[in-house]
């Protein structure tokens, strides 16, 4: 992955439409008439010299030679060779016009793509905290007056990301609660300085936290406990995920998988007793999903082609026995990513009955608190390293620790920063967004301001800290 400065070949305050206009020319000659690398220039104009600028040149050369050429001299237009008919470079002029034309044709069937600029895009994942012990109780506050959704308000206005997946914000299926929070918190400025966020496209799915399992999966002698839920919640829906966009989301095309089971994955690791049998049994596994959420891979247009937002929210590895049940289950959620990043595992079969992972063209970004920290807690060995060292994921991106996104910050940036900070002074990095490797990025942080900076106050909402990531697409002739 290649980091960017600046809008490659654009000036400051130059505008998009000249730019282009500028590399049209240039670049539709220089394919049909010149070597690989060669500058093209119009003849008889220097670099970067306007069309215009060039004919008055020519317009002033010729009126003077006219002017000051002694009596019997041969007049020759300039661009005419003396004794040249007028024919000759009409016919040259001709041939170059032609050669253009096909060259603007080649342009015009590649979309462009290989010469025109396009704006960065930033992509965040945010842990809001936005969960609540009853079902609709999150939709009934934000429908009232919520400070602590106010303060997530205030953070993502001071970020302001073109995408970005919530999670811990709690499912209900009229979507009662992110309407709420869209038209009540993000449409209005949460501090004089701001201003309101829009995104008027939104991916809403169920997840299965809270979804009852009818079994005892915690082996408590209870069937109907939060821990016996097909993922631990106090009702369906706790602890949901919600993707907002300023870009337009393909909801057919897009996929879930909530409902694959977890004994699907082959060679799963599902926990033992401590008598060398199955912690669960069958009757168990034919309940137990793999995703404690959902997996999603959402389809989402950004300048006419299609980012996959591979969005989740693995269990945590804690809160369970000697078994680590909950340990491997965030093992084999991460490990989902990196198979469907594969491409060919059979078992991959989404909600819709597709099968098949990510095509090997496409372009991602992995988002979500992924609970799994690549050196510090308690997930298992290399649990998170499944994704970190994928020959497809870019995971070598210094993240710095930022309060305005827009300002140079004064910490030095780190590929591993903490992006969550749990009491007693423990901080993890369990947040991520891991673009794929042809994705070209320019910046990316961690939202963590402090003292009396801006913000400071607003990230007390959560416990975690949005990571966000700024990306451009890469040129047409470096995608596969």
């Avoid at 005419?80 to 342009?107: D, I, M, Y």
């Amino acid at each position: 992955m290649t980091r960017l400065k600046g809008s490659p070949g654009r000036k400051p305050r130059e505008t998009r439409a000249t730019s282009n206009r500028h590399r049209l020319a240039a670049c539709a000659t220089s394919r049909a008439t010149a070597p690989a690398g060669a500058t093209y220039v119009s003849p008889g104009r220097e670099p970067r010299e306007s069309r215009a600028t060039s004919n008055r040149h020519r317009l002033a050369a010729c009126a003077t030679s006219r002017a000051t050429a002694p009596t019997g001299a041969t007049d020759v237009s300039p661009g005419r060779k003396p004794g040249e008919s007028r024919a000759t470079p009409n016919r040259h002029r001709l041939a170059a016009c032609a050669t253009l034309l096909q060259a603007v044709a080649l342009w015009l069937a590649l979309g462009n793509t290989a010469v025109a600029e396009q704006s960065p895009f930033r992509v965040a994942t945010y842990n809001t905290s936005l969960h609540r012990p009853k079902s609709l109780q999150l939709a009934a506050e934000l429908e009232g007056e919520c400070p602590q959704a106010r303060q997530v308000a205030e953070v993502l206005q001071r970020i302001r990301p073109d995408i970005v997946l919530l999670n811990e914000f709690d499912y209900d299926s009229d979507g009662r609660a992110a309407a709420a929070f869209l038209g009540r918190y993000l449409a209005k400025p949460q501090s004089p300085e701001l201003q309101p966020l829009s995104y008027p496209h939104r991916f809403l799915r169920p997840v299965n936290t809270g979804r009852p399992s009818g079994r005892d999966l915690n082996k408590d002698g209870e069937r109907d406990g939060p821990a016996d839920a097909v993922g631990f919640g106090l009702h369906h829906g706790q602890y949901g995920m919600l993707v907002l966009s300023r870009f337009p989301i393909d909801q057919q095309a897009s996929r879930t998988f909530q409902q694959l089971l977890w004994k699907q994955m082959p060679d799963a690791l599902l926990p033992g007793d401590s008598r060398g049998g199955s912690y669960y049994d069958d009757e168990d596994l034919a309940v137990l999903r793999l995703s404690s959420k959902s997996h999603w891979d959402v389809h989402i247009r950004v300048d006419d082609r299609v980012l996959h937002l591979l969005a989740s929210h693995p269990t945590p590895p804690v809160f369970d026995g000697k078994e680590d049940r909950n340990g491997r289950r965030n093992h084999d959620e991460i490990r989902f990513w990196a198979d469907y990043l594969g491409g060919t595992a059979p078992y991959l079969v989404d909600d819709q009955g597709r099968r098949g992972g990510l095509a090997e063209s496409a372009e991602f970004v992995v988002v979500g608190d992924l609970n799994a920290d690549p050196q510090r807690g308690e997930s298992r060995e290399n649990a998170i390293g499944q994704l970190l060292t994928h020959p497809r994921v870019s995971s070598r991106i210094p993240f710095r620790r930022t309060g305005i996104p827009s300002q140079p910050d004064q910490s030095a940036a780190s590929e591993n920063p903490a992006t969550a900070s749990f009491g007693g002074g423990r901080q993890f990095r369990v947040d991520y967004a891991l673009p794929s490797k042809r994705l070209l990025w320019r910046d990316a942080g961690v939202f963590w301001p402090e003292g009396d900076a801006p913000g400071a106050k607003a990230i007390a909402a959560s416990d975690h800290r949005p990571v966000w990531v700024d990306l451009q697409w890469p040129a047409a002739a470096d995608v596969p």
